[in-house]
Nanobody, 119 residues
Framework: QVQLVESGGGLVQAGGSLRLSCAVS????????MGWFRQAPGKEREPVAR????????YYANSVKGRFTISRDNAKNTVYLQMNILKPEDTAVYYC????????????WGQGTQVTVSS
């Protein structure tokens, strides 16, 4: 089992920044990658960024490329999403998720944290 707890969401004005954290506990040795997703009201959940657990490879959705940065601190078992130049369309509930070795997709999800960007 892997447990994920997000934090760092809140209300920010357009152009501002937030840093989301995802604390990871449990069977961390079984994790191959971590992802951030978001779901806005009335929309489907979409991928935002991904990082391998080793930290060697990252992926970003085109909508956030150049503004968001995913990183991880393995010593703290924490994954971060630094969000800069926030836009109202970034408003959503943000979730972190864990990929497990030899398992398809994302097997574990956090409870989500709300990010609201005002114009």
């Amino acid at each position: 089992q892997v447990q994920l707890v997000e934090s760092g969401g809140g209300l920010v004005q357009a152009g501002g920044s937030l840093r989301l954290s995802c604390a990871v506990s449990g069977r961390t040795l079984s994790i191959s990658g971590m992802g951030w997703f978001r779901q806005a009201p009335g929309k489907e959940r979409e991928p935002v960024a991904r990082i391998t657990w080793s930290g060697g490879s990252t992926y970003y959705a085109n909508s956030v490329k150049g503004r968001f940065t995913i990183s991880r601190d393995n010593a703290k078992n924490t994954v971060y999403l630094q969000m800069n130049i926030l836009k109202p369309e970034d408003t959503a509930v943000y979730y972190c998720a864990a990929q497990i070795l030899f398992e398809p997709g994302y097997s574990y999800w956090g409870q989500g944290t709300q990010v609201t960007v005002s114009s």
